[in-house]
């Protein structure tokens, strides 16, 4: 079975994993293997939690639905669904800059205030 070489960069933490991954893997489930934290919620690429951007590399990631096509198209990823297709170098992304990116034309109206109804704010 082939492997992969990945480099996470983790902007929250500034740390730097290096790992191999086998093909066929999820790269998220190898990092936690490996005895290293990154984030994660649901764990079925549903939101975007461990959402990263592809520095460099390929990976394959089917089941990432809670990632547009056009945001995937863009280099980003989320790590709980991905597998590696070539060595890679990836850098974590804040959550709420990727939902803002998926779903932000949906909320332009700026954020919900519970309570009120919109026509009197």
């Not at 492997?3 to 933490?13: C, S």
């Not at 990631?61 to 096509?69: I, N, T, Y």
């Amino acid at each position: 079975m082939q492997t992969f070489k990945i480099q996470i960069r983790d902007r929250h933490t500034g740390h730097e994993y290096e790992l191999q991954v086998p093909e066929g893997h999820y790269i998220l489930e190898s990092v936690e293997k490996k005895g290293k934290r990154l984030p994660f919620a649901c764990r079925n690429g549903a939101c975007t939690t461990c959402a990263v951007r592809v520095l460099s590399g390929d990976l394959h990631q089917p089941e990432a639905m809670g990632l547009s096509l056009e945001l995937q198209k863009q280099g980003y990823a989320l790590l709980c669904v991905s597998y590696p297709r070539s060595d890679l170098v990836v850098e974590t992304q804040d959550e709420d800059e990727v939902y803002e990116l998926q779903f932000g034309r949906y909320f332009g109206k700026g954020k919900i205030r519970a309570g009120l109804p919109l026509d009197e704010e």
